[in-house]
């Protein structure tokens, strides 16, 4: 146990003094040059920081990392294509909700330049495309990978040896919320022309990293891998940048189509108390043995 509590504590302080270091300074100065190391090595740190402190408390504790997903095939097609059709269900929702934000057209051209774009006649068309490229970008989710090292790889079996699994989700969630709010403050995610914008926009990113959070924690303590969570988290980042470039407004708001808003969130919230509920069922082995 005190091994854990050494471990979350320097885990937490290296973050928050990197994260916090790095928007601290961005607001200080305003060159650009802090938010883009922030952003773009963000899931780098994690992984970094959780080989330091096994490092700096000489812990023998193995980061729960393994690239044979193959395994667990079942978990590993869960994580591969359930997040992309929770997000596609979302953004159908709240393009029915939010009808005229539907611009029938996906502006591929404002993601990879030129002046090509794709007619998608209606939501659900959509769908099908979200999945077809949650197929096939498999090796984009790897992307991921550094983050899910530290948070839940590493910082999480830490958390439920001390916690218990349930009270361990929750505060690794929590955490993992925190550690985005120097980027979301900066402008990262959203809109700034969001109603209350950037506390709003902070406000839904941790409501985001709980709900994400949960599920990535139970994919991990289901299988002791957090190469499922990696995947998963790989399909909500490349999955989820698409919606908003098939709205008018071409905006990521507080409400969606992005699963970052509230409305397109809803699929992702529905997966997260499942996968919540599944997690007082898991026989989850202690860190320590």
């Known amino acids: 146990m005190e091994k854990s509590n050494q471990s979350i504590k320097w885990y937490l302080i290296i973050v928050a003094i990197v994260c916090y270091g790095l928007g601290i300074a961005e607001m200080i100065f305003q060159t650009g040059v802090f ?33 044979k997903v193959w395994k667990h095939w079942k978990m590993w097609l869960f994580s591969a294509f359930v997040p992309a059709a929770t997000i596609a269900l979302g953004a159908i929702l709240y393009f029915s909700v939010f009808s005229s934000e539907f611009s029938g057209v996906f502006a591929i051209s404002q993601l990879v330049g030129g002046d090509e774009n794709i007619t998608i006649s209606n939501p659900f068309i959509f769908a099908i495309v979200c999945i077809v490229i949650s197929a096939v970008c498999i090796p984009i989710q790897l992307l991921e990978l550094g983050e899910e090292v530290g948070w839940r790889g590493f910082l ?70 957090c190469m499922y969570a990696a995947i998963m988290h790989g399909v909500v980042n490349v999955i989820g940048e698409i919606p908003v470039f098939c709205s008018v407004s071409l905006k990521s708001g507080l409400l969606g189509p992005n699963p970052t808003g509230l409305v397109s969130m809803s699929f992702l919230i529905i997966l997260a108390v499942i996968s919540f509920v599944r997690i007082s069922k898991l026989k989850i082995p202690s860190n320590t043995k």
């Open 35 to 67: 938010y883009n190391i922030l952003q773009k090595g963000f899931t780098l740190v994690p992984a970094v920081t959780a080989l330091a402190v096994r490092g700096i408390t000489k812990e023998k504790y193995q980061i729960r990392l393994s690239l």
């Open 156 to 225: 999480l079996w830490h958390q439920v040896d001390k916690y218990g699994a349930k009270k361990a989700v929750l505060i690794n969630g929590v955490e993992w919320g925190l550690a985005h709010m120097p980027l979301i403050y900066l402008g990262f995610n959203y809109s700034n022309d969001n109603p209350g914008a950037p506390w709003s926009n902070m406000a839904l990113t941790m409501l985001l990293c709980i709900v994400m959070g949960i599920t990535f924690s139970f994919v991990t303590l289901k299988t002791g891998n």
